[in-house]
């Protein structure tokens, strides 16, 4: 898969820039984030993808650097000049960020968080949304929780034996605190009540593994493949290819790829992800990106094109290969996914892609809606890792939204996408993940060896809490669909 040479729209770009006669001026930094800021703004003046919609992102905005300087000068922090930049935040642009440690932001990449294994999401109570109680979605193997006992469907409603509610979970939950204990409750009609089972747990450094369970079903005449992946990762490409080895030697009919809980991550492991499913469209596109006005007019188009591969190419950041083998494509015209309203990014772009060539459907939820994808950019001269003069004194960076994804016909969906079964999860059973206790793989099999797109009634009436928040939603990496920049 092509990718932007970032060095040649550093060049193309930040030349034709004010940067020039900024550099010539006689003004120097004068406080600790005055190179951060103007990081900060040649950045997003570079590649934002609304860069021509913000004013102070114009490129005459500044004559000179003291200009900028001063202009930022009563500003609290990086991140403040960062958000004055973004447009229409949490409207328009509801997911660029910056972060002042690019290496938790690296590892969250890679799947390393600080975590406890319990991997859980949050929802109103029925009679009193204020109040808040989780879930467990699932355990991270090995992690104290998994020693703990903590296992999926356990709910909990109060931390340090203080009740949950939407204004303090942030504090309960989410410091940086190492340690905290959960109250397990009963679901008690939507409205859980504390049962006084406490479980303490420890956070440390986790790496988890998004290919979380491959198995086969046999249901009749169906062999169905079942994937649960819950991070694109290039880290886990090697094993996500070798799951579907194991699915090509057992010569599935079927394949489920569940997402329910899966964020995002990397285009380019979403592409090798296509190719697996299929195999039959090598070298045709998957997916097109659509930059801002200034990189749309430096770069070649074809470098905007993602097109299906039948091998996995992936580089380090110095430009030495890490993995290179064949894909293990399964030649399918049809796939199922599982999906809820945290499937974004990556999950949408598989599905949206793979629409174009062939039958695509789904049961749960309909998915968050994330078309955009973002990059990461350093404080270098070419917004690398590995670029010339990396500033040793921060560890500031940005991963803003740059480009909108679309697939062969020009098609997303910034609405999210429709179920072709909707069947929200039931906190009062969920079921074992891989197993047909668990409601929703229970109907997508029903889905494919029946084609029923109903739902009972008794599914259809029952109280649909709202989801507020999720152990995944202050990761560094949380709802990112990433693009990897070249030398």
């Known amino acids: 898969m092509k990718k932007i040479n970032l060095q040649f729209t550093v060049l193309a770009l930040l030349f034709a820039t004010l940067f020039t006669s900024c550099e010539k001026s006689d003004s120097f930094p004068s406080s600790a984030n005055d190179e951060i800021n103007l990081f900060v703004w040649r950045g997003m003046n570079t590649f934002y993808l609304w860069q021509s919609d913000v004013p102070d992102l114009a490129d005459t905005r500044f004559s000179n650097v003291g200009q900028l300087f001063a202009n930022y000068s009563n500003f609290a922090s990086p991140r403040e000049v960062f958000e004055s930049l973004r447009f229409q935040p949490g409207v328009v642009d509801r997911f660029s960020v910056i972060v002042d440690d690019y290496i938790a932001l690296e590892n969250s990449f890679q799947g390393i968080n600080e975590s406890t294994g319990m991997e859980f999401g949050l929802v109103r109570y029925q009679n009193d949304p204020s109040d808040v109680f989780g879930y467990v979605r699932y355990v991270v193997p090995g992690s104290d929780a998994e020693t703990k006992g903590i296992t999926r469907g356990m709910l909990f409603s109060e931390v340090d034996g203080v009740q949950l509610t939407d204004s303090n ?22 409205n859980p009540i504390s049962n006084s089972t406490t479980f303490a747990l420890t956070k440390s450094q986790l790496q988890e593994n998004p290919v979380h369970i491959a198995t086969t079903i046999t249901e009749g005449a169906n ?19 070798a799951a579907f080895a194991t699915f090509q030697s057992e010569n599935i009919t079927d394949l489920i790829i569940d997402l329910r809980y899966n964020g995002g991550g990397r285009v380019s492991t979403a592409t090798y992800l296509g190719g697996m499913v299929t195999g039959q469209f090598n070298g045709q596109l998957f997916s097109r990106e659509d930059w801002n006005e200034k990189v749309q007019a430096a770069i070649d188009p074809v470098n905007f094109e993602n097109n299906f591969t039948d091998e996995i190419l992936n580089r380090d950041q110095t430009g030495n290969i890490v993995l290179q083998e064949p894909i293990n494509s399964l030649n399918l015209n049809r796939v199922y996914f599982i999906t809820t309203g945290n499937s974004a990014s990556a999950s949408e772009l598989v599905m949206n892609s793979l629409a174009s060539y062939i039958e695509v459907n789904s049961v749960g939820a309909t998915t968050i809606g994330k078309v955009r994808g973002s990059v990461t950019l350093y404080n270098s001269d070419n917004y690398r890792r590995d670029g010339d003069n990396l500033n040793p004194n921060h560890t500031w960076a940005l991963q803003p939204l740059v480009l909108e994804i679309v697939n062969k016909d020009g098609v997303n969906f910034p609405g999210g996408i429709v179920p072709t079964v909707n069947l929200p999860e039931d906190y ?4 074992v993940l891989g197993e047909r206790s668990d409601p929703l ?12 797109r109903s739902v009972s009634s008794d599914r ?16 560094p990496a949380s709802n990112n669909m990433i693009i990897d920049l070249k030398k």
């Open 460 to 475: 259809n009436s029952f109280f649909r809490h709202e989801e507020i928040s999720n152990s995944k939603i202050t990761t």
């Open 169 to 190: 979970f942030g504090n309960l939950l989410f410091s940086s605190n190492s340690n905290y204990t959960i109250t397990l409750a009963d679901y008690n009609n939507g």
């Open 223 to 241: 062999k169905i493949g079942y994937l649960m992946y819950n991070q694109f990762s290039a880290s886990f490409d090697a094993q996500l290819n």
């Open 441 to 452: 793989l229970d109907r997508t099999i029903v889905l494919i060896t029946t084609g029923s």
């Open 428 to 431: 009062e059973n969920l079921g």
